[in-house]
């Protein structure tokens, strides 16, 4: 074979592994991460338990925009979350703020709110999946956590004990086998960052105070129509830094990423 050959074939291998191992990067940042819900032998992948190449969520959050990229749940309609505020808070949310869609992607599973638990409609339970498999899904949780094959519900939920709080902090088993909800912490973010607040006005109030935002970027935190949400400072997809942090935490990086102090 002659030596041209040779190389053409070494730069067409190297190619495809690299390929194969930027999928697997891609890949292992949500595998066996507190996001992947999917069960060791189940048929449900790893993704469809936010997203859906079919049959999408369309729906369309206060601030206008629509749940994305190709979301497979309902957005959370819940309009009574209490914002966080404060005096010196430059970017006042306001009373009776809705988090912003972002946001309220996130906050659909990590408020705990709307836990399918026999008086909500199922359709607004976070057990529903839009599409799986071309069809309609729903997680079984009415037989206990491991109900469904396909489901690693205790991702979330790991104990059956009566009344002992679970991993996400806000269910409990009441003994009857139905995981009630604490709305008044689900919904209660008085004690957590202020999100859906804008970052323009905050930095305009208080120059000197907040690292300037260069388009929809501070430093290498995007912002969402130029405010501060969920997704600023949390991937979903990576894991690299704990907690899905965008960014090291370390000698406080990610908070002096936007803050001058």
């Not at 292992?28 to 469809?48: P, R």
């Not at 006005?201 to 935002?213: D, E, N, R, S």
């Not at 400072?233 to 690299?240: A, G, L, M």
Request: charged fraction near 15%.
């Amino acid at each position: 074979m002659k030596v041209g050959a040779k190389k053409k074939i070494l730069i067409v291998g190297l190619m495809i592994l690299s390929m194969l191992a930027m999928a697997v990067v891609a890949q292992g940042g949500v595998l066996n991460s507190k996001h992947d819900l999917s069960k060791a032998g189940g048929t449900i992948g790893v993704c469809s338990f936010c997203h859906t190449p079919h049959q999408a969520s369309s729906v369309v959050g206060a601030d206008g925009v629509m749940v994305k990229p190709l979301w497979n749940r309902s957005l959370q309609s819940l309009n009574t979350y209490s914002m966080y505020d404060s005096p010196t808070l430059s970017a006042h949310p306001g009373a009776g703020t809705v988090p912003s869609t972002v946001s309220l992607m996130c906050l659909g599973c990590h408020d705990g709110i709307s836990s399918y638990a026999g008086s909500e409609s199922p359709a607004q339970s976070k057990h529903v999946l839009l599409n799986i498999g071309g069809s309609k899904f729903t997680m079984n949780i009415a037989g206990g956590y491991d109900a469904d094959s396909n489901v690693n519900c205790r991702g979330c939920h790991d104990s059956m004990a009566t009344n002992q709080n679970l991993k996400m902090g806000w269910w409990y088993n009441d003994g009857l086998g139905i995981y009630e909800k604490d709305t008044a912490s689900g919904i209660d973010l008085t004690d957590d960052h202020p999100i859906s607040v804008s970052y323009t006005a905050a930095a305009t109030a208080k120059a000197g105070q907040f690292v300037a935002a260069s388009g929809q970027l501070v430093g290498t935190l995007p912002l969402y129509n130029s405010k501060v949400e969920c997704a600023t400072c949390h991937d979903p997809h990576k894991t690299t830094n704990g907690y899905f942090l965008r960014t090291t935490n370390a000698g406080s990086a990610l908070c002096l990423t936007c803050h001058i102090k």
